[in-house]
């Protein structure tokens, strides 16, 4: 094994990692933060996916300018989801069994919806930048990568600074520790529940055009992220965003030596059984006690 | 002095930074009627997890009957014979009331040295103890049909259907009427006097001076006061504490 | 009492549809009902984890693809027996192998058990929300392991030659079905044994309140494990023919979403609280399926199931059972003689608490 080669796996491995973390932020609000077990999220992705997709081949706008621009619509979409989750489940008290079969049975509709339509082709996005590699030296950074990260980061960091310097942010946070709190700050917990929601759905939009932006989409494609997702979400203490961040890297560079030293075949293992060992050993979370 | 049946050694528990429990002691004789007071969120439930199970505590150790509790699960020590109620009583929602006190007798009942009771004895018993807290005529009832007061009689219902020799009632009478009050307490004290031991954990006083022996006051997570009751309640330290809040 | 008329009358009902089927002499009608009685085994064990202890396994495919496999693994250790077993122990083994369809159902049940105490053994001492993604998680892991397994045929899957002509039936889908039925029977046996028993109660208590269960010395880890070791096994055992069925198993139909899908929707469209509810569900949407997968596209057929899952959880979360049960409530409560409704409802196994 050359030591070119294993450096560029940890490039490679970093920048995936960066995805991973605009993949997993909706998960750490709606999971970590809000206990809600929204396992339908990869699919709400592969939707942000699709639609940049028509964008991009219909008007050929750029992918991930076509999320920001139909953010409203995922956050929009977010809202109502929680609606019907809170008027079902959550009111009517602890049913944590038909609230999971929920999220599972949308998960599952998202996808046979779009097979339906859009049939199991794979499909991708033309944008400038998709081609282009930076070289330096014995390292290749594609751009294809390059990008999603860069602007993955750049939506958690901004999303970290909300949380954290807002009212509405702390009002969110609040809501995982103490409700007592919450209302003492006056506001309504399901208003702030319903806000954190449908900006973790919003999340999903812009994570479905970087999906996109690196690789070819077909809809079971989003189950494969499943894993990932909770992966990365226990493993990086569930409600913390730096956390979510961190794991992200990690297992996307885990993933990328797996796929670089071992085959291709074997990478779908990688995440579920880094999941399967943090649950077992770890369920605190990587910075956890 | 005999060997305590429960023995509390240097106990501390943490939520995250915070010290909900700060190095408690106790020790409970054998047939005692104990009381626990202290302000709102002193501790006084956390420590009954601790002993009982239901958290696990970061230091010290739990020893009841002569034997190391500590790292039992809870329902290990409920078969040595530690049983507790909840505060917010906490029934099983899908089953009837007669059901949920069938609970303990099925799974608690023949754990010491005993055997399983007969499906007659357990039914009789079942109507025994929901004749006791009040109960009969609710019987079949879900409990979504009670109300919060009923919740709270089948809570402590339930936890003397486990045939304790400790048993642990955290505020099982917030909320009743004064008659039922002195009911609950005559009742408990039915059960000491056929040698269960049992610690109250109460803010009527008046119930509290009419149960207990002997009184211990946790504020802020320290145990502050630990004797007679009529002591206790006038221990300058123990007036300061309730109202200093 | 009720246990005599329920054996008699599920022999009764499962022996007249295989008299009918031979006397049409169809065989389709029996590959049907093979699918359609798998998914009786395959609802009646996701419930006895999922709605008796609340716990939802999301793997169900796993567990049914790992009886499968185990079939496969053992149906080419006896294809080669020359090669993998030392000489003095190929007589022996040519003796014993290749094992019979019961057997192979004994050995995928035990395989799937044992996947799924470990499961449990792994992720139950966590939050119930854990378990289900675990489960996800493991079956995606264990596809991966048979892909790359070769001894079992790895991603290009396997070629089971099955016997063409079985005695006294003659034909083999014949006894299949036969099997499946008698599995089926065997799973709604073990449903109802267990509702009626301590351990049900046990389980009941798990899906109402974990802490107060263990306060009222209900070993909930134990039964946990139980549970998810029951579940696992007879999933494991409703996979173990399929190889035999279907003739050539590729992970892809082993690890199949619709059987995921299937036996989360089918308990919960039908009801999870007694074992009536899955029964109910299977018949329905698995005669519906069988239906649709003749006239209409398989992809459909799936979403089919999603909405109909989707819509039952919000509107309907006691399922068909429970909405049968209101109904009877209400007519019963006007009368205060036992109607027809009220012995019904009584035969569908309402416990006091079971709403
Ligand atoms: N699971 C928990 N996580 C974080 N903090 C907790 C938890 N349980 C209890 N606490 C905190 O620990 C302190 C002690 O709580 P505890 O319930 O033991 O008080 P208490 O004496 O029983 O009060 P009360 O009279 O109101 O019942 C409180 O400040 C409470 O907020
Ligand atoms: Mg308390």
């Known amino acids: 094994m050359s030591v070119e080669l294993l450096i560029n796996a940890i490039i490679a491995g970093l920048l995936l990692g960066g995805f991973y973390a605009a993949v997993t932020v909706g998960v750490s609000i709606s999971f970590g933060i809000l206990d809600i077990v929204n396992i339908a999220h990869p699919a709400f992705i592969i939707l942000g996916s699709y639609i940049a997709y028509i964008v991009n081949q219909t008007l050929g706008v750029d992918p991930i300018l ?134 973790s759905i919003a999340t999903a939009s812009l994570a479905g055009a970087f999906l996109i932006v690196i690789q070819p989409v077909e809809p079971s494609v989003g189950r494969e992220y499943i894993g990932r997702v909770f992966a990365i979400c226990v493993l990086g203490g569930l409600q913390s965003l730096p956390g979510t961040v961190i794991a992200a890297m990690l297992l996307g560079v885990v993933e990328s030596l797996t796929a670089t030293f071992s085959g291709p075949s074997w990478a779908p293992a990688v995440s579920f059984g880094f999941l399967l060992l943090t649950l077992a050993f770890r369920p605190a979370g990587l910075l956890g006690r | 002095m005999a060997e305590p049946l429960l023995h509390v050694d240097n106990l501390g528990k943490r939520f995250g930074g915070f010290v909900a429990l700060d190095g408690i002691n106790l020790a409970v004789q054998p047939g005692e009627r104990l009381g626990l007071i202290g302000p709102n969120g002193s501790g006084k439930s956390t420590l009954v997890n601790c002993m009982c199970g239901t958290l696990q505590n970061e230091t010290g150790s739990v020893r009841f009957d002569g034997q190391i509790m500590d790292g039992l699960p809870a329902n290990k020590r409920t078969h040595r014979g530690m049983a507790r109620s909840f505060q917010l009583p906490r029934p099983f929602v899908t089953l009837s009331v007669a059901e949920n006190l069938r609970i303990p007798l099925l799974f608690t009942a023949h754990s010491r040295g005993g055997r399983h009771l007969s499906k ?118 123990v007036i300061g504490a309730y109202l200093g809040q | 009492m009720r246990a005599f008329y329920f054996y008699v009358s599920s022999i009764l009902v499962g022996g007249l549809f295989f008299a009918f089927a031979r006397w049409l002499g169809n065989d389709y009608l029996f590959f049907a009902g093979y699918t359609v009685l798998q998914f009786v085994v395959l609802a009646t064990a996701w419930n006895i984890l999922g709605g008796y202890c609340g716990y939802v396994n999301f793997g169900s495919a796993a567990f049914f693809a790992m009886g499968a496999y185990s079939s496969v693994a053992l149906h080419k250790l006896a294809a080669g027996v ?274």
């Open chain 1, 66 to 199: 076509t999320a920001i621009i139909v953010l409203p619509g995922f956050y929009a979409l977010g809202m109502v989801v929680y609606q019907v989750y809170y008027q079902s489940f959550e009111k009517r008290g602890q049913d944590a069994l038909r609230g999971l079969a929920f999220f599972f049975g949308l998960l599952f509709v998202t996808e046979v919806l779009l097979i339906l339509v859009f049939g199991v082709d794979y499909r991708y996005v033309q944008a400038a930048y998709i081609e282009y590699t930076w070289h330096f030296g014995f390292m290749d950074i594609p751009f294809r990568m390059l990008i999603p990260c860069v602007m993955s980061l750049l939506m958690v960091g901004l999303l970290q600074l909300y949380l954290s310097r807002t009212f509405t942010g702390r009002a969110i946070m609040a809501v995982s520790q103490d409700q007592l709190a919450l209302q003492l700050m006056a506001a309504d917990p399901i208003k702030i529940k319903r806000t954190a929601f449908a900006i």
């Open chain 2, 120 to 237: 007659e004895e357990t039914e009789n018993r079942c109507h025994e103890l929901a004749g006791l807290v009040g109960l009969a005529a609710k019987a079949n009832k879900l409990p979504r049909d009670l109300t919060q007061v009923e919740m709270r009689k089948l809570e402590l219902a339930r936890a003397m259907a486990a045939d304790p020799k400790l048993l642990i009632a955290d505020e099982a009478m917030a909320g009743l009427s004064q008659s039922e009050v002195d009911e609950i307490v005559a009742l408990l004290i039915k059960m000491n006097e056929r040698g269960v031991t049992i610690i109250m954990i109460e803010h009527i006083m008046r119930a509290v001076m009419a149960f207990s022996q002997r009184l211990v006051v946790l504020v802020t997570g320290k145990k502050i006061a630990d004797g007679p009751p009529q002591e206790v309640v006038g221990h300058p330290e």
């Open chain 3, 82 to 355: 020359d090669r993998y077993f030392p000489e003095s122990l190929v007589g022996f083994a040519k003796l014993i192998l290749p094992l019979n369809i019961p057997t192979l159902i004994i050995f995928g049940g035990i395989v799937s058990g044992l996947v799924g105490l470990g499961t449990g053994y792994l992720t139950l001492r966590l939050r119930g929300a854990f378990f289900a993604i675990a489960t996800l998680a493991l079956a995606v892991v264990l596809q991966t392991l048979i892909v790359n397994w070769d001894f079992v045929g790895g991603s290009r899957g396997a070629y089971i030659i099955r016997p063409g002509e079985v005695p006294i039936l003659g034909s083999y889908i014949q006894y299949l079905f036969l099997v499946m039925l008698v599995l089926a029977v065997v799973a709604l046996a073990a449903a109802r044994i267990i509702e009626q028993s301590r351990l049900g109660y046990g389980f009941a208590t798990i899906r109402d309140d974990e802490m107060a269960a263990e306060a009222c010395g209900v070993p909930t880890l134990k039964l946990k494990l139980i549970a998810t070791t029951m579940s696992g096994a007879l999933m494991g055992m409703a996979g173990a023919p399929f190889p035999y069925y279907i003739g050539y198993l590729e992970p892809s139909s082993a690890f199949g979403l619709a059987y995921a899908v299937n036996s989360i929707a089918m308990p919960m469209i039908g009801g999870t609280t007694s074992w009536v509810g899955p029964l109910v569900g299977a018949l329905l949407l698995g005669i519906i399926q069988q239906i649709a997968t003749v006239t209409i596209s398989s992809a459909i057929n799936l979403l089919i199931v999603g909405l109909l899952l989707v819509g039952f959880v919000i509107v309907a979360p006691k399922g068909i059972i429970g909405l049968v049960q209101d109904f009877m409530r209400e007519r019963a409560s006007d009368k205060g003689q036992p109607t027809w409704r009220s012995r019904l409802a009584i035969f569908a196994n309402m416990r006091p608490g079971a709403r």
